[in-house]
Each structure stands twice: as C-alpha cells, then as structure tokens.
C-alpha cells in the first residue's frame, strides 16, 4: 500500500491519507487508532498491532463542531472534531487524545460525548516538565495506556511487539532525518512541499510500508544547486496547509531547521535501546528538545530559534501561527520581542483551518524576503 511511492504519490497522500487508510484497514483486517498532537507514544499502539493515524484537522466546511465548542477553540481542534464527525465517521476504532491546552482539556470530554461507539482515551502528559515526579507520570501514562489498549483489544502486549516497534519508528526517523538534511544541503534536489509531506504521512500511515519508500527516494537522492535559494528557520506547531510549502518553494526559500511538531520534534523521538522498553520511551519524552505546546516555555523557544538560525546560518525566521491557539496566543508577542531584539528578521504566516488565504500569504512573505534580500 505504502511500500514504493513516488514523490507525487507521497504529496498527494499526504493531502488526503484517509481512503488510503480505509483500503489498509479493510485488506489487513486491523484496527486504526486517531490521535492528536502531541507525543502520543505511537509504539504502543502498534505494538498491539493497531495504526496510531495523527488526526491533523481538515479545510472542508465545519458543519458540526461549530456548535459544541466555544467560538475561541482554535481552528485545529473544531476542524478534528469535525474530521471524525462529518467526513471520517466510520474510519476510526477509536481515539488517544493527549491534553496539552484548555482546549484539548475541553476537547476530550467533549469528543467522548459525541463520537460515538469508539473506544476512547486520554493521554495526560505533565506540564510542568523539570519536576522529578514528572518522569513518574509520563511513565505510569505510558504503562496505563498500554492496560487500556489492552482491555479495548483483549490481548496482553508483548515485549517482543514493542521491541519491532521501536525499532520501525526509530528506523522511519532517521530516514526522515537523513532525507532532510540531504535537501537542506541541496535545496533544489527536492522540495520543501515534498520533505514535509514524508514527515507528516509518516505520523499517518503504516511505517513498516512507507519505510520501504522511504528508503528507494534516499537511494535516488541527487546533488543539487544552492544558488538562488534563501535558507530559512521554520517554528510554530505546524504548518498547514501543506500548499504553504508549495509557496516557499515558489519562492525559493530553503527551510534549514524547524520546531514543528510534524517537523523536527517529530524526528527527534528516537527511542534509545535498552532493557526496560517502558523507561526508554519515558527517557525520550522528556530528551525531546523543541517546544511543545505542553511545556509552554517561550524562553526555552526563544532560545532554540535563535540556536537554529545561528547554526544554520539561516537568513530569516518564519513563525507559522495557528489563529486562535492559546498557548501561542500567551507566547508570541514576547517571543516576537526577543526574536527582533536579537536582530533576527522574523515574518509570521497566520492560518486558519477553513480560511487561510495563500495569496494573502504570498503577497507578505514575497514582501517580507524583498525587504530583507541583501541583509
Ligand atoms: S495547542 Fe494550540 S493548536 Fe494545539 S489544540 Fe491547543 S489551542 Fe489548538
């Protein structure tokens, strides 16, 4: 199903994962499970032989979801909910929703209500992160997923399933990190569009498969020219829709380093080895570097951006804000503050799930880049 596909093939998926999905479902026989952002530990899931699939929100019409949640709930928690309830209603066995915010506090209960006939769970990571007892808990959250999984499935989990687990999403990681450095070098050997697009159906689909594809594209991967191309830093929590990408390659910006959650915090959850699997994924919660809307830490953002821009030696930041995200709300205007104060230009794209506007975007952001050309 996911075995060898093109570039096209890739891009377009990733625009629409869900009938490929359902085909996947209906030929193995297997259950699929949706999950939000961020750091669901997907390992555990498909060591019960599941397909942990990241619910990334939809652009289609919000028919429902309007009136269960409050007007202020970002465009990418209504537009979730809306997935599940209007466009993919039968796809999903059930849903691991972790809270990180107020909304997704609210979005929990809420979507345990009205998405019926699904099994359901909360995953509830700590916030405050540089506690001791907080290695605990996100231990005995792991260990309590793996007894919910159990009881939904009816069978016991076994090590030897989680090992391979481990192993195949350790394994997509470092394909997707050694594609991305590759045209991070070589900025016209592939696309933004194209990179970004590996890295977000590989939080969607099955990786035993798509790290065969994975590994053909790498094979194939020639030397490119950097000529023209401008590099740039890339933050925020994720940038969608993915017709972004196609602009900055319109525009020939070169993204260099990111802290997106379908980005870079997604490739630095590799799981170390070692005895005691359950540690090990409790380790790399807490060895994940970037921002997450659970940590909340502008400071600690602030600090990897610049560390990002300066290492890269990249020319500009663009800062992708998602309208209505609380835990970007309360951090942008001082992260804004700090980044310019540094002497780092900065352009912020703004989205929203239903009404983003790509010329708008276009028409700022080719403004943005003339004005700093020659800096
Ligand atoms: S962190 Fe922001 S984008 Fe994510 S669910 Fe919360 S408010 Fe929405």
Same mark, same amino acid.
């Given at each position: 199903m996911w075995e060898n596909m093109s570039l096209e093939e890739i891009k377009r998926c990733a625009d629409d994962p869900?009938?490929?999905?359902?085909?996947?479902?209906?030929?193995?026989?297997?259950?699929?499970?949706?999950?939000?952002?961020?750091? +669901?530990?997907?390992?555990?899931?498909?060591?019960?032989?599941?397909?942990? +699939?990241?619910?990334?929100?939809?652009?289609?019409?919000?028919k429902k979801a309007q009136a269960l949640l409050p007007d202020?709930?970002?465009?990418?928690?209504?537009?979730?909910l809306e997935l599940v309830l209007s466009y993919e209603t039968d796809l999903f066995d059930g849903f691991v929703l972790p809270q990180v915010c107020d909304t997704t506090q609210h979005l929990s209960d809420i979507w345990r209500i009205n998405v019926k006939n699904t099994y359901f769970e909360s995953y509830l990571a700590p916030r405050q992160t540089d506690?001791?007892?907080?290695?605990?808990? +996100?231990?005995?959250?792991?260990?309590? *997923?793996?007894?919910? *999984?159990?009881? $939904?499935s009816g069978i016991k989990m076994k090590e030897e399933n989680l090992e391979r687990a481990i192993e195949v999403d350790n394994e997509n990681k470092r394909l997707l990190k050694e594609?991305?450095?590759?045209?991070?070098?070589?900025?016209?050997?592939?696309?933004?569009?194209?990179?970004?697009?590996?890295?977000?159906?590989s939080q969607q +689909?099955?990786?035993?498969?798509f790290n065969e594809s994975l590994k053909k594209i790498k094979e194939k991967l020639r030397s490119g020219t950097r000529e023209g191309y401008t590099d740039v830093i890339l933050a925020g929590i994720t940038c969608d829709p993915l017709e972004i990408y196609d602009l900055l390659d319109e525009i020939k910006l070169n993204v260099v380093g990111d802290n997106l959650l379908i980005g870079s915090r997604y490739l630095?959850?590799?799981?170390?080895?070692?005895?005691?699997l359950f540690e090990k994924l409790?380790?790399?919660?807490?060895?994940?570097?970037?921002?997450?809307?659970?940590?909340?830490?502008? $400071?600690?953002?602030?600090?990897?951006?610049?560390? *990002?821009?300066?290492?890269?030696?990249?020319?500009?930041?663009?800062?992708?804000?998602?309208? $209505?995200?609380?835990?970007?709300?309360?951090? *942008?205007?001082?992260?804004?503050?700090?980044?310019?104060?540094?002497?780092?230009?900065?352009?912020?794209?703004?989205?929203?799930?239903?009404?983003t506007s790509l010329s708008h975007i276009r028409t700022r952001l080719q403004a943005f880049f003339e004005s700093i050309k020659g800096i």
């Open positions: 869900f009938p490929s999905i359902r085909a996947w479902k209906k030929e193995k026989r297997k259950k699929v499970i949706g999950t939000t952002f961020a750091d +669901v530990p997907e390992e555990i899931i498909e060591a019960f032989g599941m397909l942990p +699939v990241t619910l990334m929100g939809t652009h289609k019409p919000l202020n709930a970002c465009s990418l928690a209504r537009s979730n506690r001791e007892s907080a290695k605990y808990w +996100v231990r005995r959250e792991i260990e309590r *997923l793996k007894d919910s *999984l159990s009881d $939904f594609i991305y450095r590759f045209k991070s070098e070589n900025p016209s050997s592939l696309t933004n569009r194209e990179v970004f697009s590996m890295i977000k159906l +689909v099955d990786k035993t498969e630095q959850g590799e799981v170390d080895p070692g005895e005691d409790m380790e790399r919660h807490f060895k994940r570097g970037f921002f997450s809307p659970i940590h909340g830490n502008v $400071f600690a953002e602030f600090e990897e951006i610049k560390r *990002l821009y300066k290492e890269n030696n990249a020319k500009a930041v663009i800062y992708v804000h998602i309208e $209505f995200c609380e835990s970007q709300e309360y951090d *942008l205007p001082d992260l804004k503050k700090m980044v310019r104060d540094e002497g780092i230009p900065m352009h912020v794209i703004e989205t929203e799930y239903q009404t």
